[in-house]
């Protein structure tokens, strides 16, 4: 029984005081265990919690590992596109691996963090597969919680998203923009709570944004997160398809987009 009105996950929260433990120790003393030097990591990083870009990028041998991260429980890969290079770690899935890794991502240089996740749909818009530019995204998880005090949604810095806001003019694929749902549980999304959230204007289902926003306003470093709508929840056969190789091209493309905006807005 729950010896308080509120459950321990919003109990003892004081948002304003210092962690103990912080990823820059950690990363220190990963390095002194593998005896991997100290270096930055690109100044762009990108999540893709399903792994199909990195995946693809290595398949056309257009990736190579980074040596220099030192994080005990993923692998960066670099690449460049365009002018820009990138950083790139797939398979941080749900909030707080997520989150996690964004921790030890901004304390090893990074500047800009962008995630594309894959998601379910809810507004029946369009047929998958497609993007959204997600805008806020409502916190049914439990990470953002250790960031910020209660609240529905966890929002993108508006600054970031202003800078965005002509980015995609030339993208050539349908990019929605809204309100996505963020969950722990993906196996839990019933029809009852399905219904309620489409009636809110919830766009999309997905496992990674409200806690990355929340992540992203506590400490103050610009995330973007997207969506791709690759499913609708397993309800139809031949679900689950995202586009030529695992839309592994179109993501990156995407994410181009968003990074060079923000190269061309980030003082020199």
Not at 202 to 207: F, G, K, P, S
Request: negative net charge.
């Amino acid at each position: 029984m729950c010896d308080s009105k509120y459950p321990p996950i919003l109990r003892n929260k004081n948002y304003e005081h210092a962690s103990v433990f912080t990823a820059e120790n950690l990363l220190r003393e990963a390095k002194r265990q593998k005896n991997i030097a100290d270096h930055k990591v690109p100044q762009i990083c990108l999540l893709d919690p399903d792994g199909d870009i990195v995946q693809n990028l290595r398949t056309e041998k257009r990736a190579s590992i980074n040596p220099y991260w030192a994080c005990y429980h993923t692998k960066m890969y670099i690449f460049q596109y365009g002018a820009i290079e990138f950083g790139i770690i797939g398979y941080a899935v749900g909030s707080s691996f997520s989150v996690l890794v964004a921790e030890e991502l901004f304390a090893s240089g990074c500047q800009l963090l962008i995630s594309i996740s894959s998601a379910g749909q809810i507004a029946k818009k369009r047929k998958p597969p497609y993007f959204i530019l997600i805008e806020k995204a409502l916190r049914d998880e439990g990470t953002s919680y250790h960031y910020l005090p209660a609240s529905d949604y966890s929002t993108i810095n508006p600054e970031l998203r202003d800078i965005l806001s002509d980015a995609f003019i030339q993208f050539s694929l349908p990019l929605d923009q809204g309100v996505c749902w963020t969950t722990d549980a993906p196996f839990r999304e019933t029809a009852s709570s399905i219904e309620y959230f489409r009636s809110l204007g919830i766009l999309a289902v997905e496992m990674e944004a409200a806690a990355l926003y929340a992540f992203g306003e506590a400490s103050d470093k610009p995330v973007i997160c997207f969506a791709h709508v690759t499913n609708q929840m397993g309800s139809i056969e031949g679900d689950f398809e995202k586009g030529p190789v695992n839309g592994g091209n179109d993501a990156v493309q995407l994410i181009y987009a968003a990074a060079k905006a923000w190269m061309d807005w980030k003082p020199k």
